[in-house]
């Protein structure tokens, strides 16, 4: 079956600019995850969503962030007035409930100039 | 979260079995334990995860001591292709919190050398 696919694979944007990465879960999974990676380092949490609960955002890194998930599927993550220390590869995952393997997508390359 | 501790990095020969150690002094009772594999470009992959004892799969073997504060990933006989940085990461599968965020530190890069 398919896996996690992520859109788009490259955003090159500049400072101040709004950018929006959006998430195709595989179907069937009821929890999304986005993370962020910058260059050379471990990966970052930033947002949860389970079902219809209540998304968890403690891990955006400011109020430039946010994201949605619409009817439980699709997700897309926006930032707004995007600065420079936003550059990072930005993946998505998903699993079946909480606490099974995540599987991620390839990412979205972000850059911002 | 419990903290988890790996070596930087390894390198091994084509061929020989490699085994990457993680400390999680802090693991508590409901936290499993998971590995990850990332190649350059790419998202994580899931290869292993377990609570105790020893996990084997296709792939690799997962080698949990029974204080359960350290744990061995075990890659037999590696390939060029398993040129990657290896994840350690210890939560709690049953957490009631509401959420499992994955804890990703910098893992460990292996390089399998011809």
């Known amino acids: 079956g398919a896996g996690v696919s992520q859109s788009p694979s490259n955003k090159v944007t500049e400072k101040g600019k709004d950018v929006e990465l959006r998430c195709d879960p595989i179907s069937g999974h009821t929890a999304l995850y986005w993370y962020r990676q910058s260059l050379g380092q471990g990966l970052e949490f930033l947002i949860y969503f389970q079902g219809n609960s209540a998304p968890d955002k403690s891990g955006l890194p400011s109020d430039r962030f946010s994201a949605e998930r619409t009817g439980g599927s699709v997700s897309t993550l926006t930032i707004q007035r995007t600065q420079q220390e936003d550059s990072a590869v930005y993946l998505c995952?998903?699993?079946?409930?909480?606490?099974?393997?995540?599987?991620f997508g390839p990412g979205t390359r972000l850059t911002v100039l | 979260l419990a903290k988890t501790t790996q070596p930087i990095s390894m390198d091994s020969y084509e061929g020989q079995e490699v085994n990457i150690t993680c400390s999680h002094n802090n693991i508590a009772t409901n936290d499993y334990i998971t590995w990850y594999q990332q190649f350059p470009s790419q998202g994580p992959r899931f290869i292993i995860q377990g609570y105790k004892t020893k996990v084997t799969n296709e792939v690799a073997s997962l080698f949990i001591p029974a204080d359960r504060k350290s744990s061995t990933l075990s890659l037999p006989r590696v390939s060029l292709s398993d040129t990657a940085v290896y994840y350690c990461l210890v939560g709690d599968r049953d957490s009631g919190a509401g959420s499992y965020q994955l804890t990703f530190g910098k893992g460990t890069k292996l390089s399998v050398i011809p």
């Open positions: 995952a998903s699993n079946k409930d909480r606490g099974r393997p995540q599987f």
